[in-house]
């Protein structure tokens, strides 16, 4: 008889840059891991690179960071956490603010807590943490979800659609899983 072993976990690193507290770098860690099987490692905190310094705004280009974060080797996927601000270009806007950045199918992604507001009905750890999610999920290979409600909603800078999160739909937790076997 055949027995088939569990898939190994997918391995995360995940990337604090500047003074984001250990205790939110444990927090996502442990949520990662539990929502997709992942084995995360916290790395070594360091500032945000220059080169990806946008002066006209003074913020960072997420889409610069991606492609640094994804040489950080060892790891299948890797995700950046910052408190700063971060943008990218979308449609006709040059420098739109973000809540996070994730190349569908790529190594890597980024989140910042700039933009997650300190009130509400939910923390801003938990909504960092759903961005999170969402940002990996595209790394992963999900792209935005119509279903109301799931993680992979489309924000588009929106908190309220972050707050009515409910986690991943059924058929984006089957994609998820699919990844894995
Ligand atoms: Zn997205
Ligand atoms: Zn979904």
Same mark, same amino acid.
């Given at each position: 008889? $055949?027995? $088939?072993?569990?898939?190994?976990?997918?391995?995360?690193?995940?990337?604090?840059?500047?003074?984001?507290?250990?205790?939110?770098?444990?927090?996502?860690?442990?949520? $990662?891991?539990?929502?997709?099987?992942?084995?995360?490692?916290? $790395?070594?905190?360091?500032?945000?690179?220059?080169?990806?310094?946008?002066?006209?705004?003074?913020?960072?280009?997420?889409?610069?960071?991606?492609?640094?974060?994804?040489?950080?080797?060892?790891?299948?996927?890797?995700?950046?956490?910052?408190?700063?601000?971060? &943008?990218?270009?979308?449609?006709?806007?040059?420098?739109?603010?973000?809540?996070?950045?994730?190349?569908?199918?790529?190594?890597? #992604?980024?989140?910042? &807590?700039?933009?997650?507001?300190?009130?509400?009905?939910?923390?801003?750890? *938990?909504?960092?943490?759903?961005?999170?999610?969402? *940002?990996?999920?595209?790394?992963?290979?999900?792209?935005?979800?119509?279903?109301?409600?799931?993680?992979?909603?489309?924000?588009?800078?929106?908190?309220?659609?972050?707050?009515?999160?409910?986690?991943? #739909?059924?058929? #984006?937790?089957?994609?998820?899983?699919?990844?894995?076997?």
């Amino acid at each position: 008889m $055949l027995w $088939l072993e569990d898939p190994p976990p997918i391995s995360i690193g995940l990337q604090p840059y500047g003074k984001v507290q250990p205790s939110v770098c444990r927090q996502l860690k442990a949520r $990662l891991e539990r929502e997709f099987f992942a084995k995360v490692t916290i $790395l070594p905190a360091h500032g945000l690179p220059k080169s990806a310094f946008y002066a006209p705004r003074s913020r960072y280009r997420a889409d610069r960071l991606l492609p640094i974060l994804a040489g950080s080797k060892g790891f299948d996927k890797v995700i950046g956490v910052t408190l700063d601000d971060i &943008s990218t270009t979308k449609g006709k806007f040059k420098d739109w603010g973000v809540f996070g950045l994730g190349s569908i199918g790529g190594r890597s #992604c980024v989140v910042s &807590s700039f933009r997650l507001g300190k009130q509400g009905a939910v923390s801003p750890l *938990e909504r960092l943490s759903r961005v999170a999610l969402h *940002e990996v999920g595209h790394t992963l290979g999900l792209e935005h979800c119509p279903t109301l409600h799931c993680t992979m909603s489309d924000a588009e800078g929106a908190l309220k659609t972050v707050d009515d999160e409910t986690g991943f #739909c059924q058929l #984006c937790r089957r994609r998820v899983k699919a990844i894995r076997n």
